[in-house]
């Protein structure tokens, strides 16, 4: 431990609990590696508050004594945003007892959901009051409220119900003095100026700790249709979207995969099996869903469009799940995607976001372009199509040894990508955030005035900059953007 570290720890450990300070190795060393396994950081802290009055005591004491605190909630994060540096000199501040949904209003469709809170159990619990939180993804499981609000997560509902930014009405957090932010207050109207609650929601823990939100919550699905589609092109299933949009809102997910993804999931993922007995160069997985048992129901919805799409010629074939069973086994192969495709080895991934109307083109030219500047690699998008977001992942040529390539070669990969996105207008993050994996992407590429905006408020709000130092943006400009 650093001087400032046993400070701290001696001026807390009169006012925390026994459990909310871990010095152990061997129960920190868990939190220390991001998910991916790609980063990896030393900790010589780990602090677990079970309060806020006690995250508001750690965060006033590291300001005081210097020692910079990275937040972590389900340890998720797709771009090591929440893993310490390998210095040791930063702590780290798991918000994972503050677990307790404080409050759900039914009618007001509302619920107050802590920090630590895994989305499952918020799930869970709002459907028990014939509510629910219209955001899922793949590590519903683990991810808390605290992370997916400071990530501004997205998923696989943001066709009807848009990103974390829009299912938050207010945020709680404790600023770099350890003072509170209360801004809970789900309020429709509220001109005071600066909207501190969205700078907060998507700033990666960079700007204070979130202790709670404030959620949005939608009626409970009544019924739902789920059906998986073959088609030639992304052109025809932006034809697709379209044709579904104009016949009602019932649409939730229209997830586009091509063949490539779906084959890595029968081939690595026990159990899969694929929903149509042809082959087809592309899929889409669509639901529609709902919330009124007097309206009409989503599977006639869904099969009306999708005839009329099979003789324009624009689907090849479709299947509509027959019951939930089955409609759960289309979700697993869309879900698994990302463990499927890491078995098959090494990828630069790529979270990227260009217009809509866009992504067709973008998709097949991009991975054309990937294609022929780097020889033996394979280039595919998989994602949410309706709102321009794909995950483009660049495989690594067979055999290529994996540390190897990704410290050498996937860099040069997505600096090559990431011209392209730029240049189609896009954004080389769409849902995943910059943490440490894409910060001096965003620095290289990002115009000097929206730089020099992002050190600013970092300044004003961590002066001192103690939250989660490396990611997203750094006080001191950096070569790239020099």
């Known amino acids: ?51 806020v009055a006690e995250v508001q005591s750690i965060v006033a004491g590291a300001t005081s004594e210097g020692v910079p605190l990275v937040a972590q ?49 918020l799930h869970d619990a709002v459907a028990a009051e014939e509510r629910r939180f219209p955001l899922t993804l793949g ?78 919550l939608a009626p409970a699905i009544t019924a739902r249709a789920v059906a998986w589609i073959g088609l030639a092109t992304p052109e025809a299933a932006l034809q697709l979207l379209r044709r579904f949009e104009a016949a009602g809102n019932a649409v939730e997910s229209f997830e586009l995969l091509p063949s490539e993804s779906l084959q890595a999931v029968l081939t690595h993922i026990p159990g899969t099996r694929a929903p149509l007995a042809g082959a087809h160069p592309w899929h889409v997985l669509v639901e529609a869903v709902a919330s009124d048992p007097a309206a009409p129901a989503p599977a006639a919805f869904v099969e009306h469009v999708l005839q009329s799409a099979i003789g324009d010629g624009i689907v090849a074939d479709a299947a509509i799940a027959a019951n939930e069973a089955q409609a759960d086994a289309f979700w697993r192969i869309r879900d698994s995607i990302s463990d499927a495709e890491r078995a098959t080895g090494p990828a630069a991934q790529h979270d990227i976001s260009v217009p809509v109307e866009a992504m067709p083109r973008f998709l097949i030219e991009a991975a054309a372009a990937c294609d022929a500047r780097f020889p033996g690699t394979r280039a595919s998008g998989f994602g949410h199509l309706g709102d321009g977001n794909v995950h483009f992942h660049v495989r690594a040529p067979a055999g290529a040894d994996r540390t190897r390539w990704l410290a050498e070669e996937a860099p040069i990969v997505t600096r090559f990508v990431d011209d392209l996105v730029v240049a189609a207008g896009g954004s080389i993050s769409a849902e995943h955030g910059i943490g440490q994996m894409k910060l001096h992407e965003l620095e290289r590429l990002s115009p000097p005035p929206r730089m020099a905006a992002l050190r600013a408020i970092k300044g004003a709000l961590d002066p001192a900059g103690i939250f989660n130092p490396g990611k997203l943006v750094t006080l001191a400009p950096s070569a790239a953007d020099e």
């Not at 400070?7 to 920190?28: E, F, G, K, M, Y």
């Open 1 to 51: 431990m650093t001087p400032q570290q046993i400070r701290l720890l001696n001026s807390l450990a009169p006012r925390l609990s026994a459990r909310a300070i871990v010095t152990d190795r061997d129960a920190i060393a868990p939190w220390e590696t991001d998910w991916r396994g790609r980063w990896h950081g030393h900790a010589p802290i780990l602090f677990e508050p079970a309060t």
């Open 73 to 121: 909630g389900g340890n998720t994060s797709m771009v090591g945003g929440a893993t310490p540096p390998e210095s040791g000199e930063s702590v780290i501040l798991s918000l994972r007892r503050l677990n307790r949904i404080r409050s759900i209003d039914r009618d007001g469709g509302l619920a107050i959901a802590e920090a630590g809170v895994i989305l499952s159990d």
């Open 139 to 216: 590590s519903r499981g683990s991810a808390t409220i605290g992370g997916l609000v400071s990530t501004n997560a997205g998923g696989t509902q943001v066709l009807r119900w848009g990103t974390m930014r829009g299912l938050v009405a207010g945020v709680e957090a404790v600023l770099s003095d350890g003072s509170l932010y209360e801004g809970l207050a789900a309020l429709k109207k509220d001109n005071r100026g600066y909207d501190l609650n969205q700078l907060l929601i998507g700033a990666e823990g960079t700007l204070g700790i979130i202790t709670a939100a404030t959620l949005r």
